[in-house]
């Protein structure tokens, strides 16, 4: 199945600071990708979609000015936490749909943000 | 897409079978229901997905009722591994297929 990788897996930051996170598609061109936020014990919550050489779709209450998400190739979508404050801390997890053989959602293993 | 509720929790013995019902009663009729599984701190994971028959793969097997209302997870002999957070959820087929409400899932424990 297809290959989905997340980097980093872990970063603590200070508090205004802007961080970046990789996803990338190891197998298979993704014109979608789709990421995720997890805060502990909860359920995943998706926060936008991203479009290969277009721009995000963000979800209803996720700051796109926050959440900077940029879709430069077929295999790799990057999501930016900027100003990050310790209520961004979170897990975040993208993903790629892959219609055909598979029909299925590939999840990246997650990274997870610290914000001191 | 159509919601969908699960129990929260539920405990097996290892070995035995496990069965996770899931309803969803406003399925459409082009809606798939799929199931992923969490374990901890780590991305879902897919398990199986069903239009209106049964399936099954070397994971699982999925039981959709006849009015396709409500479906259950059969994880035919759990092992201490298969401890995780499992999620049904329907969706259609398109490119917004990825696009999945996650409910609170059922957070399944199997005990030694």
């Known amino acids: 199945g297809a290959v989905v990788s997340q980097h980093p897996s872990w970063v603590i930051c200070k508090s205004g600071t802007s961080v970046k996170i990789e996803c990338r598609s190891l197998?298979?061109?993704?014109?979608?990708m789709f990421w995720y936020r997890q805060f502990p014990k909860q359920s995943l919550m998706l926060m936008a979609t991203s479009n290969e050489g277009s721009k995000a779709t963000y979800e209803q209450g996720v700051e796109k000015d926050k959440f900077l998400i940029n879709h430069a190739s077929l295999t790799l979508s990057t999501l930016t936490v900027t100003s990050a404050h310790p209520e961004d801390s979170s897990f975040y997890i993208c993903?790629?749909?892959?219609?055909?053989?598979?029909?299925?959602?590939?999840f990246g293993p997650g990274t997870r943000l610290t914000v001191l | 897409d159509a919601k969908t509720t699960q129990p929260t929790s539920m405990d097996c013995a290892e070995g035995r079978a496990a069965n996770l019902p899931c309803n969803h009663s406003t399925i459409s009729g082009n809606e798939y229901v799929y199931w992923y599984r969490q374990i901890h701190s780590q991305g879902p994971q897919y398990i199986i997905h069903g239009l209106k028959n049964n399936e099954t793969n070397e994971m699982a097997s999925l039981i959709i009722t006849e009015d396709r209302k409500s479906s259950t997870l059969i994880l035919p002999h759990a092992t201490l591994r298969d401890t995780a957070v499992y999620y049904c959820?329907?969706?259609?087929?398109?490119?917004?297929?990825?696009?999945?409400?996650f409910g609170d899932g059922t957070t399944l424990t199997v005990k030694p």
């Open positions: 993903s790629v749909w892959v219609a055909g053989f598979y029909n299925e959602q590939f």
């Open positions: 959820i329907v969706s259609t087929l398109n490119t917004n297929a990825g696009k999945s409400t």
């Open positions: 197998d298979f061109q993704a014109t979608t």
